[in-house]
């Protein structure tokens, strides 16, 4: 199935053909006018030279009128077999239709709304047929249904015609397109995105990403480049201010040999002031009763920190290199 972007926006253009696999644009006087463009030829002419194919419209008030316009578009310099011109079905819009094939031309019959229009499109020769579902569906017709009849159509008289469903409003219209089996959709870049989107695929490619960050990645690559240490003779005052600056929940206790004695935490700091009161911020950490802090080594795999924090049940783990404290590792580190 084709996929075609439906657009007249230049920058949102050129993004999404660097995709590599759209088909090409369509795009209608409408879409130019939304996005203020006043020179019709010119960007013509620009979005020729960026996409692949081209279907732009070739209006008249009869069949003269609309082959005369499908000509002087082309001496613009535009690629007989690049450019699709779009013509409204009518009478005369299939008499022209036949001209133009006839010559060599290709053709999209659009704004159809009923089966009939799409078969006389077909029996002119017409290279694609359009049916906008999402105007049908917003009249309360069964769009859905006059595109499969269409396609059933092409499909059993021969016809050398690409269904292509258009007035695309949700991914779930994509969807349908496929269901049904059209030779070919046209979608706007809003609802392109949307196609690759799925809540269920990214919780699996979170999983991916953080398993893979835990086998290959160190504790020395996830710490944080500052390292939060305080000696014996810092006060808990200072402490809290060292905490506050750096954002951490925790600093290392370290020996003048720069060997871990303890943490502290904001845990820490709560029981403190639970029994001490405000006096608490002036004591030392060397006055206080710490244990010796859980540590690991910077070399080691996140897997392994992992590991670490779920069976001591702590938060923060000291990292050392060669026995000296280098940084600290916080639990939330390893999201």
């Given at each position: 199935?084709?996929?075609?972007?439906?657009?007249?926006?230049i920058?949102?253009?050129?993004?999404?053909?660097k995709?590599g696999?759209?088909?090409?644009l369509?795009t209608?006087?409408?879409?130019?006018?939304r996005h203020?463009?006043?020179?019709?030829?010119?960007?013509i002419?620009?979005?020729?030279n960026?996409?692949?194919?081209?279907?732009i419209?070739a209006?008249?008030?009869n069949?003269?009128?609309?082959?005369?316009?499908?000509?002087?578009?082309?001496?613009?310099?535009?690629?007989?077999?690049?450019t699709?011109?779009?013509?409204?079905?009518?009478?005369?819009?299939v008499k022209?239709?036949?001209?133009?094939?006839?010559q060599?031309?290709?053709v999209?019959?659009?704004?159809?709304?009923?089966?009939?229009?799409?078969?006389?499109?077909?029996?002119?020769?017409?290279?694609?047929?359009?049916?906008?579902?999402?105007?049908?569906?917003?009249?309360?017709?069964?769009?859905?249904?006059?595109?499969s009849?269409?396609v059933?159509?092409?499909?059993?008289y021969?016809?050398n015609?690409?269904?292509?469903?258009?007035?695309v409003?949700?991914?779930?219209?994509v969807?349908?397109a496929?269901?049904?089996?059209?030779?070919?959709?046209?979608?706007?870049?809003?609802v392109m995105?949307?196609?690759?989107e799925?809540n269920?695929?990214?919780?699996g490619?979170?999983q991916?990403?953080?398993?893979?960050?835990?086998m290959t990645?160190t504790?020395?690559?996830?710490?944080?480049d500052?390292n939060?240490?305080?000696?014996?003779d810092?006060?808990?005052?200072?402490c809290?201010?060292?905490m506050t600056?750096g954002?951490?929940?925790?600093?290392?206790?370290?020996?003048?040999?720069?060997e871990?004695l303890?943490?502290?935490t904001?845990g820490?700091?709560?029981?403190?002031?639970?029994?001490?009161?405000?006096?608490?911020?002036s004591?030392?950490?060397?006055?206080?009763?710490?244990?010796k802090?859980h540590t690991?080594e910077?070399?080691t795999l996140?897997?392994g920190?992992?590991?670490?924090?779920?069976?001591?049940?702590v938060?923060?783990l000291?990292v050392?290199?060669?026995?000296?404290?280098i940084g600290?590792?916080d639990?939330q580190?390893?999201l």
């Amino acid at each position: 199935m084709e996929l075609y972007l439906d657009s007249a926006d230049i920058n949102e253009i050129k993004e999404v053909m660097k995709l590599g696999f759209i088909t090409g644009l369509t795009t209608t006087p409408t879409f130019m006018h939304r996005h203020g463009i006043t020179d019709v030829d010119g960007a013509i002419i620009e979005l020729s030279n960026i996409v692949p194919v081209l279907q732009i419209e070739a209006l008249g008030s009869n069949a003269e009128e609309i082959v005369a316009e499908a000509y002087r578009q082309e001496e613009l310099g535009l690629d007989r077999k690049k450019t699709v011109y779009k013509i409204p079905i009518s009478m005369e819009g299939v008499k022209a239709c036949k001209i133009l094939t006839d010559q060599g031309f290709l053709v999209n019959i659009h704004l159809v709304y009923t089966l009939q229009q799409a078969y006389m499109a077909m029996q002119a020769g017409a290279t694609y047929v359009c049916p906008l579902v999402g105007r049908l569906q917003d009249q309360g017709h069964d769009a859905l249904t006059l595109v499969s009849q269409c396609v059933e159509a092409v499909n059993f008289y021969g016809y050398n015609t690409k269904i292509m469903f258009s007035s695309v409003r949700y991914s779930e219209h994509v969807r349908n397109a496929i269901n049904i089996g059209v030779h070919t959709i046209t979608v706007p870049w809003k609802v392109m995105k949307q196609l690759t989107e799925n809540n269920f695929t990214d919780v699996g490619t979170k999983q991916f990403e953080d398993h893979t960050r835990l086998m290959t990645m160190t504790v020395a690559d996830a710490m944080s480049d500052n390292n939060p240490v305080v000696t014996t003779d810092t006060t808990i005052s200072d402490c809290l201010i060292k905490m506050t600056a750096g954002g951490f929940g925790a600093v290392t206790i370290i020996s003048h040999e720069n060997e871990a004695l303890g943490i502290f935490t904001d845990g820490d700091l709560r029981r403190l002031v639970e029994n001490f009161g405000a006096d608490a911020i002036s004591k030392k950490t060397g006055e206080l009763d710490l244990s010796k802090p859980h540590t690991i080594e910077a070399s080691t795999l996140l897997f392994g920190a992992q590991e670490k924090f779920s069976s001591e049940k702590v938060d923060e783990l000291v990292v050392t290199e060669n026995g000296k404290v280098i940084g600290m590792l916080d639990i939330q580190d390893l999201l």
